[in-house]
């Protein structure tokens, strides 16, 4: 009979971590990167104008790393975590590198805009929509769904809360106690129901 040595289990605490470790290089770089993406984007929002005529991506990076005298690998970066976030977009038809304002929708996002609207509307204030299910729904990532809310963010539909009742996402926003009707004492609902019980 051929008897083995018990297997030591690990515990989750002792699992190795394979994520890089940062270096003094990548910790430069990523300040570097965090540089650029502030001046690239305070530079499109105070001075950007469409250009006329057709221009490519590569173009585009040229002529905004000679503006802000910054190498074009760097503000091709900056320029790819902006469009990640929503805060910019590249018209391929000739626009260039196009501004979102915190209120627009993202050209790539408007259909997943109006969902997110539709489904708000259905939902009671304060409850949590399913961000993982409406990402399913259309074929996005979760991050594009987040993107898409912030048009409703803007006009006062959803929120984000950090450390909701759900966890972390986005909920219907709930009507504050400024806004509701006062009772004939002049007391907000809420403190009303309160102190009633």
Request: glycine share 10%; aromatic share 4%; hydrophobic share 40%.
């Amino acid at each position: 009979m051929i008897t083995t040595a018990p297997q030591r289990h690990r515990s989750f605490s002792r699992i190795p971590d394979d994520r890089p470790r940062p270096t003094r290089r990548s910790a430069a770089l990523s300040r570097d990167l965090a540089r650029a993406v502030l001046a690239l984007r305070r530079h499109l929002s105070r001075s950007a104008v469409p250009l006329a005529g057709r221009i490519s991506r590569a173009r585009a990076v040229g002529l905004l790393s000679t503006e802000l005298g910054l190498p074009e690998e760097l503000t091709s970066a900056a320029l790819a975590v902006l469009e990640q976030r929503g805060d910019v977009f590249f018209s391929g038809r000739g626009r260039g590198v196009s501004v979102v304002g915190p209120g627009m929708v993202h050209p790539d996002d408007a259909v997943i805009t109006a969902y997110l609207e539709t489904a708000a509307l259905s939902y009671g204030p304060g409850d949590a929509l399913p961000m993982g299910l409406i990402a399913h729904d259309c074929q996005v990532p979760v991050a594009h769904v987040r993107r898409a809310s912030r048009p409703l963010i803007v006009s006062g539909l959803l929120q984000f809360r950090p450390r909701g009742p759900h966890g972390p996402g986005l909920y219907v926003r709930e009507p504050s106690t400024a806004t509701r009707e006062p009772d004939r004492s002049g007391a907000p609902a809420r403190a009303k129901a309160a102190r009633h019980g």
